[in-house]
């Protein structure tokens, strides 16, 4: 058995995904900056499957946030066999009116927080010629997203990250998949404000079924899956439709009410 480091462990998919890690009988640590919540699931999850459980606190879009999680868990003499990067968040708006501090603490989360983990860690998985990688990007990674600016951008980051990744560690024994979420109930809808949006009402996959799909595919060593049909479909669209029209139509999903009808 292993032991797995899943970001964004206090809810939603990164929860389920550590829940799925200690069924299986692998040792979990769990990061977010919410510490009580993590001690709840660490308690859950030993007392349940009776694994081991290190719940850290860390703010991963601090700048020093990266390096000192990664000095923490040297401390404990863990080896990560499992690397989830999927703590994320985002925001909703006129980028010219958006709060800038906000706009650059998404980026250091969503991009660089999974550059320097993932360039962390990958040096032992490689040494040991085994490992898995866990992106969680977005079917938002596929397109421009007006109005959710910066988030889909960060989100094509990873998405594209990964896949190169993957390319670059074929035959290497280490795996880097990448699993992409459509709308999913979880506090994303309320942090970002995209909860309110047309495009969730369009439907929205439960968190539960997202780890198990996104768990699947990491243990199956996939590359690039994506949640659902229906998002598939919207992907495989994407490829063939006018850049013009796909800009218009994700802006009339994401627009905030105060932003007009999004005709
Ligand atoms: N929900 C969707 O519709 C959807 C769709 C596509 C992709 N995704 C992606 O799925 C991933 C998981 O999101 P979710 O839907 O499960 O949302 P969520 O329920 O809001 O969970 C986000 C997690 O990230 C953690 N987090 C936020 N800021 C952090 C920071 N600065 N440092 C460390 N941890 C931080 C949060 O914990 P704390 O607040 O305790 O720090 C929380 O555990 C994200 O990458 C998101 O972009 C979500």
């Known amino acids: 058995m292993g032991i797995a480091l899943v970001t964004g462990a206090s809810?939603?998919?990164?929860?389920?995904?550590?829940?799925?890690?200690?069924r299986?009988?692998?040792?979990?640590v769990l990061v977010a900056r919410r510490r009580e919540r993590l001690d709840e699931l660490a308690r859950e999850l030993e007392?349940?499957?009776?694994?081991?459980?290190?719940?850290i606190a860390c703010d991963l879009a601090a700048t020093d946030g990266v390096e000192r999680l990664v000095g923490d868990i040297g401390s404990l003499?863990?080896?990560?066999?499992?690397?989830?990067n999927n703590a994320g968040v985002g925001t909703t708006g006129a980028f010219a009116e958006s709060n800038p501090a906000a706009e650059v603490a998404m980026a250091e989360l969503n991009v660089t927080a999974v550059v320097r983990l993932t360039r962390a860690f990958l040096p032992a998985m490689l040494a040991r010629g085994q490992g898995r990688v866990l992106n969680v990007g977005s079917t938002a990674g596929f397109q421009p997203g007006p109005y959710m600016a910066t988030y889909y951008a960060s989100k094509a980051f990873v998405n594209h990250f990964s896949e190169a990744l993957a390319y670059e560690l074929r035959g290497s024994g280490v795996t880097v998949t990448l699993y992409c979420p459509g709308p999913t109930q979880t506090e994303f809808g309320d942090v970002s404000g995209v909860?309110?949006?047309?495009?969730?009402r369009l439907q929205v996959a439960t968190a539960e079924s997202?780890?198990?799909?996104a768990y699947r595919a990491l243990m199956a060593g996939r590359v690039l899956a994506v949640h659902g049909f229906l998002n598939r479909v919207g992907v495989a669209l994407l490829r063939v439709s006018?850049?013009?029209w796909v800009r218009a139509v994700v802006a009339s999903l994401n627009r905030p009410a105060a932003h007009g009808s999004g005709r």
């Open 242 to 244: 006018p850049r013009a």
């Open 47 to 55: 007392s349940k499957h009776g694994v081991k459980a290190w719940p």
């Open 77 to 84: 003499g863990l080896g990560v066999d499992y690397l989830v």
């Open 195 to 200: 909860g309110q949006s047309k495009l969730f």
């Open 210 to 213: 997202v780890a198990l799909a």
């Open 11 to 22: 809810s939603g998919i990164g929860k389920e995904l550590a829940r799925l890690f200690a």
């Open 24 to 28: 299986d009988g692998h040792g979990v």
